[in-house]
C-alpha cells in the first residue's frame, strides 16, 4: 500500500476491522514519514442472476423482494432480511422456483397471513404484465 504523503511502499497496519458485511477499515502507518491513514478494503461479489420458467438469465433485483414483501404486509426491516436470506444463496444463478418457495417460507414463518397477501400480490404484477404485452 502506497503512502498517500509520500508515496513510500512501506507501510504497516495498526487497526483493522469490520465495519460492514463486505467492508473491513484498516489504520496504517507509513513506516518512511510516519504518518496514519485509512483504507477500506471491498469485497467485490459475483452478480447473481435468477433463471426464469421459459430458461431466461436476468440480474438479481433485491428491491423485487423488498417491495413484494412490504406490499404483502411484512415490514420494511423483516422485508429485508428475506431479501437478504434469498441473496446469501451460494450459487451464482437461482431459479424463480427457488425464490419464491425461500420468500413464502420466510413470510409464513413471520406472520401467517403474509405469504396468501404475497400471492396475491405477485398474481396480479403477472395479470397485469400479460395485459402490458
Do not use: Q
Not at 431479501?83 to 420466510?106: F, G, M, N, Q, Y
Not at 398474481?123 to 404484465?129: C, F, G, S
Amino acid at each position: 500500500m502506497n503512502c498517500p504523503y509520500c508515496n513510500n511502499l512501506e507501510t504497516k497496519v495498526t487497526d483493522s476491522r469490520e465495519t460492514g458485511k463486505y467492508t473491513i477499515r484498516r489504520r496504517r502507518e507509513c513506516l518512511k514519514c510516519n504518518r496514519r491513514f485509512t483504507t477500506y478494503e471491498h469485497i467485490e461479489m459475483a452478480p447473481i442472476y435468477v433463471i426464469k420458467k421459459d430458461g431466461r438469465k436476468e440480474p438479481f433485483v433485491k428491491e423485487k423482494i423488498i417491495v413484494s414483501a412490504v406490499k404483502s404486509g411484512a415490514p420494511a426491516e423483516i422485508a429485508r432480511k428475506i431479501a437478504d436470506k434469498v441473496e446469501e444463496h451460494p450459487e451464482e444463478s437461482i431459479k424463480t422456483i427457488w425464490v419464491r418457495k425461500k420468500v413464502l417460507e420466510e413470510l409464513e414463518y413471520h406472520n401467517p397471513d403474509w405469504p396468501k397477501r404475497w400471492l396475491n400480490y405477485y398474481k396480479n404484477v403477472k395479470r397485469l404484465r400479460k395485459l402490458g404485452n
